[in-house]
């Protein structure tokens, strides 16, 4: 099985563009949320935090799928990309395909 690494290479760099940009524009999202209850009612504060919550664990995610990525273009770099982290093997392109961060071959993720 051969692995177009200059493939994954660019679809991994365009993902990361991509994250990147969805987390300049949801910045204020995760802006904290102004308790004066003089001008937002408390429902509507209650929402306000709710969102602010969720923007938070958004930024999260993206944090841990770009360091996934970066993870991905340093094997890429290293000549290790495509070989599972456990067993030493191959991962099916089609994984890849799926998922260009994976780290494991299905055998591997299946086996825990």
Known sequence: MVIDLEYFRQRLQQL???LEALAGESESAASTVELDQAR??????????????????????RQLQLAGIEGALRRIANGDYGECF??????????LEFDP???????????G
């Open 16 to 18: 990361r563009t991509e």
């Open 40 to 61: 937002v009612g408390r429902l509507s504060r209650m929402d306000a935090m709710q969102a602010q919550s969720m923007a938070r664990e958004t930024a999260r995610r």
């Open 86 to 95: 456990n067993c030493g093997e191959a991962i099916d392109p089609a994984r």
């Open 101 to 111: 961060t994976t780290t494991r071959c299905i055998a591997c993720m299946a086996s």
